[in-house]
């Protein structure tokens, strides 16, 4: 396939009005402005990030104008997508805090400098500036019905939980940025595309033109889970290679073929070939480590991924991590053998039983070198074993 056609299939969920209509537009020669918006609510920019970030240097290397947006601005309302609760209020100066790595981050994957530079953009730079007469008449535009029927506010009314007034703007806000910025394309993960679509309207209506939405998958693995974002286990763009290697063959198998999908450019063919593989029976360690390798190099470089994956084998598969200084737990203070989550509590490393399981559910524990999937054992623990949580880690003695 071509440019263009990788563009708009491989690692694409779904394109508003339609893909034929952006094709359209694409093969005509046309160079469209367009953005994605990251609101700094964490420090880190993580390989879910990733997904949408590879796109945008698509459109870019095809000379497209692409706008890396900060949303200074909306990240101290808080976005209620795929919330069961209200985020909680941030302040500017955190807000900024945590906007202040970004570009070096996004540089693993973004180009902001040379021939087609992409562009930093603050969303505060138009949002707070406008008067509270201007923020009604975008409310004018929108109806609460359309606002109470999204699928997170349904939840909350059903458990009696609150939804703060607050929340019903901020789709306003991340549309308006759209209308600012006068863009022809909008690109963002697919938990995004009520806030989106919401842009697309106020492009219609505010500028009379087009404004298309493509919307990409979440990275997760095949029970839902989000991959990036477990508990103390954010698998950063930035982080140290031997971490992030390490980080990478602690994700469960069925975290493999989503992974070389939309973070490589493997040949679909030949994930497909390896899908095959596995499903009859073929040891998954040796995909993963293709995989780790692969994505450590395309964030550093081959000499460090090399480097990254001879220190995960010498460290863990030849059994050299348990020999190291670990902290150490006697076995006689388990209260239990085989309830993972009882554990996970009695070493320390699980703050209570809930909490455990949120991370036995996050594919975030292994004992030795096992990922533990559910909250019983099929057999117990013993003398020697290594309880592992993302970096924390301790020894049974």
Same mark, same amino acid.
């Given at each position: 396939?071509?440019?263009?056609?990788?563009?708009? +299939?491989?690692?694409?969920?779904?394109?508003?009005?339609?893909?034929? &209509?952006?094709?359209?537009?694409?093969?005509?020669?046309? @160079?469209?402005?367009?953005?994605?918006?990251?609101?700094?609510?964490?420090?880190?920019?993580?390989?879910?990030?990733?997904?949408?970030?590879?796109?945008?240097?698509? $459109?870019?290397?095809?000379?497209?104008?692409?706008?890396?947006?900060?949303?200074?601005?909306?990240?101290?309302?808080?976005?209620?997508?795929?919330?069961?609760?209200?985020?909680?209020?941030?302040?500017?100066? @955190?807000?900024?805090?945590?906007?202040?790595?970004?570009?070096?981050?996004?540089?693993?994957?973004?180009?902001?400098?040379?021939?087609?530079?992409?562009?930093?953009? $603050?969303?505060?730079?138009?949002?707070?500036?406008?008067?509270? &007469?201007?923020?009604?008449?975008?409310? +004018?535009?929108?109806?609460?019905?359309?606002?109470?029927?999204?699928? /997170?506010?349904?939840?909350?009314?059903?458990?009696?939980?609150?939804?703060?007034?607050?929340?019903?703007?901020?789709? !306003? /806000?991340?549309?308006?940025?759209?209308?600012?910025?006068?863009?022809?394309?909008?690109?963002?993960?697919?938990?995004?595309?009520?806030?989106?679509?919401?842009?697309?309207?106020?492009?219609?209506?505010?500028?009379?033109?087009?404004?298309?939405?493509? +919307?990409?998958?979440?990275?997760?693995?095949?029970?839902?889970?989000?991959?990036?974002?477990?508990?103390?286990?954010?698998?950063?763009?930035?982080?140290?290679?031997?971490? $992030?290697?390490?980080?990478?063959?602690?994700?469960?198998?069925?975290?493999?073929?989503?992974?070389?999908?939309?973070?490589?450019?493997?040949?679909?063919?030949?994930?497909?070939?390896?899908?095959?593989?596995?499903?009859?029976?073929?040891?998954?360690?040796?995909?993963?480590?293709?995989?780790? $390798?692969?994505?450590?190099?395309?964030?550093?470089?081959?000499?460090?991924?090399?480097?990254?994956?001879?220190?995960?084998?010498?460290?863990?598969?030849?059994?050299?991590?348990?020999?190291?200084?670990?902290?150490?737990?006697?076995?006689?203070?388990?209260?239990?053998?085989?309830?993972?989550?009882?554990?996970?509590?009695?070493?320390?490393?699980?703050?209570?039983?809930?909490?455990?399981?949120?991370?036995?559910?996050?594919?975030?524990?292994?004992?030795?070198?096992?990922?533990?999937?559910?909250?019983?054992?099929?057999?117990?623990?013993?003398?020697?074993?290594?309880?592992?949580?993302?970096?924390?880690?301790?020894? !049974?003695?």
């Amino acid at each position: 396939m071509d440019a263009i056609e990788e563009l708009l +299939t491989r690692g694409v969920d779904k394109i508003y009005p339609s893909r034929e &209509a952006l094709e359209k537009v694409l093969r005509s020669g046309k @160079k469209i402005k367009l953005y994605q918006g990251f609101d700094p609510t964490g420090a880190h920019l993580h390989i879910g990030h990733a997904v949408a970030m590879r796109k945008l240097r698509q $459109f870019q290397e095809l000379g497209h104008k692409v706008i890396f947006l900060i949303g200074d601005f909306t990240a101290t309302i808080g976005d209620p997508s795929g919330k069961t609760g209200a985020r909680p209020i941030l302040t500017r100066e @955190k807000v900024l805090e945590n906007a202040k790595e970004y570009k070096r981050q996004a540089s693993k994957i973004l180009r902001f400098d040379g021939n087609n530079p992409i562009q930093i953009l $603050f969303n505060s730079d138009w949002l707070s500036k406008l008067s509270f &007469a201007d923020v009604i008449g975008l409310a +004018t535009r929108f109806t609460v019905q359309q606002m109470i029927e999204r699928d /997170m506010f349904q939840e909350r009314i059903k458990h009696g939980d609150q939804i703060g007034l607050h929340e019903f703007l901020y789709p !306003l /806000m991340v549309g308006y940025d759209s209308v600012a910025m006068n863009v022809d394309l909008e690109l963002g993960g697919s938990d995004q595309t009520f806030n989106m679509l919401a842009g697309r309207k106020l492009v219609s209506q505010m500028l009379h033109k087009e404004k298309f939405v493509m +919307t990409v998958p979440l990275l997760t693995d095949a029970k839902g889970t989000k991959i990036g974002k477990t508990e103390d286990n954010i698998i950063g763009l930035t982080d140290a290679p031997n971490d $992030f290697f390490g980080k990478i063959m602690s994700l469960g198998d069925d975290a493999i073929l989503p992974c070389f999908t939309l973070l490589t450019d493997l040949p679909m063919e030949q994930i497909e070939e390896m899908k095959k593989k596995m499903e009859h029976g073929d040891n998954p360690m040796a995909f993963k480590k293709h995989l780790a $390798f692969e994505l450590t190099k395309l964030l550093n470089t081959q000499l460090e991924a090399n480097t990254a994956q001879n220190e995960f084998e010498t460290r863990f598969q030849k059994g050299n991590l348990a020999q190291s200084s670990l902290p150490t737990v006697p076995v006689t203070a388990l209260s239990s053998f085989t309830s993972v989550s009882s554990i996970l509590v009695d070493v320390g490393i699980g703050e209570s039983k809930s909490k455990a399981k949120q991370l036995i559910d996050q594919h975030a524990v292994r004992i030795n070198d096992t990922l533990i999937t559910s909250e019983s054992l099929s057999s117990e623990v013993h003398t020697g074993d290594i309880i592992k949580v993302g970096k924390k880690a301790v020894k !049974l003695v």
